[in-house]
Antibody
């Protein structure tokens, strides 16, 4: 079955960077896009960006331009999301989610990775 | 950017009742590219509805979606105990930004 398994929780200091991974299985990795969505504690869902695992092209939400980098490793069917210059407001659960096309719904989602930014 | 506004913020109902959740867009959503997700505490969102009215695989038929343009509705015909959760609408027709509504919390009355 299709599965997205994310890396474990992280605790970072303000100004640091974090890199979260999302390993895909159960389907052809390069045939689906991957998105990253975050959710601050008690808040709603916020789309961060998309990567095409086939060629590696990316598109980021304007809010995160310059701070986020999404990459992929086709040999391990893994996508990565790196967020730099962390501040306390970046404390959130980060999810990866698959879509068939760039304009398509998200299904399934990874289990989420909690990133805590604290001094 | 398309802004999605969900109402009500919180809906208090009893099992067996009918739930109607609304999602209104600030501009027309292309080709009904609207989805609904359910999220329970400590879990990732789960896809319920895509294309405004198509049920995802494995979703019970008590869940239905309708609407077009700027007004969309998620209806749960008869609430089961496991349906109490937070529901989000999402538009995915306006690349490169994919926006979510702020959510409706469905709680047990």
């Amino acid at each position: 079955q299709v599965q997205l398994v994310q890396s474990g929780a992280e605790v970072k200091k303000p100004g640091a960077s974090v890199k979260v991974s999302c390993k895909a299985s159960g389907y052809t990795f390069t045939s689906y896009y991957m998105h990253w969505v975050r959710q601050a504690p008690g808040q709603g869902l916020e789309w961060m960006g998309i990567i095409n695992p086939s060629g590696g092209s990316t598109s980021y939400a304007q809010k995160f331009q310059g701070r986020v980098t999404m990459t992929r490793d086709t040999s391990t069917s893994t996508v990565y999301m790196e967020l730099s210059s962390l501040r306390s407001e970046d404390t959130a659960v980060y999810y990866c989610a698959r879509s068939r096309l760039s304009l398509s719904w998200f299904d399934p989602w990874g289990q989420g990775t909690l990133v805590t930014v604290s001094s | 950017e398309i802004v999605l506004t969900q109402s009500p913020g919180t809906l208090s109902l009893s099992p067996g009742e009918r739930a109607t959740l609304s999602c209104r867009a600030s501009q027309s959503v292309s080709s009904s590219y609207l989805a609904w997700y359910q999220q329970k505490p400590g879990q990732a969102p789960r896809l319920l509805i895509y294309g405004a009215s198509s049920r995802a695989t494995g979703i019970p038929d008590r869940f239905s979606g309708s609407g077009s343009g700027t007004d969309f509705t998620l209806t749960i015909s008869r609430l089961e105990p496991e349906d109490f959760a937070v529901y989000y609408c999402q538009q995915y027709g306006s690349s490169p930004e994919y926006t979510f509504g702020q959510g409706t919390k469905l709680e047990i009355k």
